[in-house]
Structure formats: C-alpha cells, structure tokens
C-alpha cells in the first residue's frame, strides 16, 4: 500500500519549500501556455506515488525512497525556463534548492541524476532512482492532465491522454515484470496515435525496467502491444 509521504523527513522538506510550490506552479502556467497537458501537483504527486510503489515492491531501503520521492517532485520545474532540455536545467534548479536545504552532497547527486535523466530525448536510466522516475513519468497518461477545456482545439497529445479513462502501473508478484494497462476510449484517439507519440517514452520504460532487472509490458484494452 502506498506510504503517505509525511514519513519522508528529506522528502517533505521539498515538498513544503515555498520557492518549490512557486516554480511548480509557475512551470505549469509555462504548459498551459505552449498547450501541453498539466504538470503541476496532481502530475508530480502521481509520480511520486508510483516512484515510491516501484522502489518499495524491489526493497529498496527508506532512504533512497525519500530521494527518489525528492526528484519527483522536482523533476519538472526546469519547464520555468523552457521546455527544451528541461530534464538538465531542472537538475541545476534542483541543485540549487536542495544545496539550500542543507542536503548532503551523495543525496544531492543522485537526486539531480534522477531528474537530468527522465526525459525521453537524452535520459538514461542510470541508478535505481532514475529508473523508477522514469517509468513513474512516463506512465502518467490520463484524461485529467488535458489543460485543453474546448475539445474542438485537440492536438494529438490531448487526444491521447483524454482518451485514457483508466490506468494502472503495477510489478507482478515475482518482481520480473512492470505493466502499465491501459483503457483507450477510441472515440476519441487511435492505439496508433498513442504509439505516434509515446514511442520512445515507451521504450525508454522498457529500458528502465530492464535496469531493474525486470520486463516492461504495455496492455491496452487488454492487448499486450509491447
């Protein structure tokens, strides 16, 4: 069962840091305005939800679940200066922050090589916590993230995440495969669209997976396609 995070120390001391809400906020407003889906705080506590679930079900001990809750949660504010490269400038962001806070420089490390290897254009699932931060962002397709309220305006992307009414990301009993199951209401986007645009999302999943010594599986509408 999913841990609320008030019993991470390192983790909280992120979450509640007043310039962290406003660069969360303020990098959404940032998406809003290019037509991206939402990326503030339901986005981020989704990702740090399933970051702390992939991380526990493998064992991994308290401490790194606390760092890797940390890098959820700021993997994204480096959309506040641009989407391009956001996963590097986010890192930098982050140093700056968590310097701020007095973290330790190890704990500062692996944090900052989470967030500036999540994203699929030059990311690389290089520790446990990357790996677990990239599957946990790369899974968070559903219809609540389009920002988009007229459907008649629509681009692919928001076709795709309003098609998705349902989804799951779960680790099978024996710790050798992770599944993200989708529900896709066609109505609305093609499997083929999803695919289009979430390609290398997915195979950057399956790496990370791979990373952690486990398959990546993609189900939609019951369909295994990857």
Not at 5 to 12: G, I, L, T
Not at 47 to 66: E, M, N
Not at 136 to 163: C, G, L, M, P, W
């Amino acid at each position: 069962m999913y841990t609320y995070p008030e019993n991470f120390p390192y983790f909280q001391l992120v979450k509640n840091d007043p310039d962290v809400q406003s660069y969360i906020r303020q990098q959404n407003a940032s998406m809003r305005a290019l037509h991206y889906t939402e990326h503030s705080f339901a986005h981020i506590t989704v990702v740090a939800r399933q970051t702390q679930y992939i991380l526990t079900s493998i064992g991994k001990d308290p401490h790194t679940v606390d760092l890797a809750l940390s890098a959820a949660w700021l993997h994204d504010i480096g959309n506040v200066i641009n989407r391009v490269d956001h996963s590097q400038s986010g890192a930098i962001m982050a140093f700056q922050i968590l310097n701020r806070l007095e973290f330790k420089a190890d704990d500062i490390a692996q944090i900052i090589c989470a967030i500036g290897n999540h994203d699929e254009g030059s990311g690389v699932p290089v520790s446990d916590i990357s790996a677990a931060l990239i599957l946990a962002d790369k899974s968070d397709v559903r219809r609540t993230r389009v920002q988009e309220a007229d459907v008649t305006k629509f681009d692919i992307h928001d076709r795709v995440n309003y098609s998705v009414y349902e989804s799951s990301l779960t680790i099978s009993p024996a710790k050798t495969a992770i599944t993200l199951a989708l529900s896709l209401d066609t109505s609305y986007s093609e499997i083929a669209e999803y695919f289009e645009i979430f390609m290398d999302r997915m195979l950057l999943c399956k790496r990370a997976a791979n990373y952690l010594h486990m398959d990546f599986d993609l189900v939609i509408n019951n369909q295994v396609l990857l």
